[in-house]
């Protein structure tokens, strides 16, 4: 597609409930990166994918969280058991080359907002 | 580690006015440096980029210069709109680390007419 695309746009969940969220990066690019944005904060990594393998997970808060990547494109992250301090905005971004490689740049998606009530 | 620090916010300025938005970086190796834009309700969008030392990235009426003897990319533009009201983010990425991506916290620009 013409840019990285994320859904839901928004997400109200309860507490306890499990979500998946969606990204489908840009045709062609191999590396794919989920970041979680909390109101007034900045961007905290939590995963990258480069291809279907997960080389860096550290991010990833907690066990809760867990993600896959299939036929080297679309993404999900999944939250089990949702806490209420999960509610943040989770972006995904996408480029060509990956880590390792020359100078790579990301691409954003808008971004899913979630809010665990 | 790497890092990038960039300024706090909030920061409100008139139409027309000038912008610096400073972004200090501490980087293992050479980085490429970047800016990213969040306008409201929507995603980071790349604004500009610099790959090596005395490169300006340029957008938009936007630049920054990459220097590495001040280990610097300070964002400027001579005269600000409303619509440039939004959140920057400075970030690198760097060669030595796997180019991993580091952001800064984000400054919160409002433009008021």
């Known amino acids: 597609g013409a840019g990285v695309s994320q859904s839901p746009s928004n997400k109200v969940t309860e507490k306890g409930k499990d979500v998946e969220l969606r990204c489908d990066p840009i045709?062609?690019?191999?590396?794919l990166y989920w970041y979680r944005q909390s109101l007034g904060q900045g961007l905290e990594f939590l995963i990258y994918?480069?291809?279907?393998?997960?080389?860096?997970k550290s991010g990833l808060p907690s066990d809760r969280f867990s993600a896959e990547r299939t036929g080297g494109s679309v993404s999900t992250l999944t939250i089990q058991r949702t806490q209420q301090e999960d509610s943040a905005v989770y972006l995904c971004?996408?480029?060509?080359?990956?880590?390792?490689?020359?100078?790579?740049?990301?691409?954003f998606g808008p971004g899913t907002r979630l809010t665990v009530l | 580690g790497d890092s990038v620090t960039q300024m706090e916010g909030p920061v409100t300025l008139s139409e027309e006015a000038f912008l610096t938005i400073n972004c200090t970086y501490t980087?293992?190796?050479?980085?490429?440096l970047f800016w990213y834009v969040q306008y409201p309700g929507e995603g980071l969008q790349l604004l500009l980029k610099a790959t090596k030392a005395d490169d300006k990235g340029s957008n938009k009426g936007f630049e920054a210069t990459y220097r590495k003897e001040t280990t610097s990319f300070h964002l400027e533009k001579g005269s600000v709109q409303v619509s440039d009201s939004a959140v920057y983010f400075c970030a690198l990425s760097d060669q030595d680390t796997g180019n991993q991506f580091y952001f800064g916290t984000g400054t919160s620009l409002t433009v008021i007419p």
């Open positions: 045709s062609g690019h191999t590396a």
């Open positions: 994918f480069q291809g279907n393998s997960a080389p860096d």
């Open positions: 980087a293992t190796g050479y980085p490429s």
């Open positions: 971004a996408s480029s060509l080359r990956g880590r390792g490689r020359r100078t790579d740049t990301q691409y």
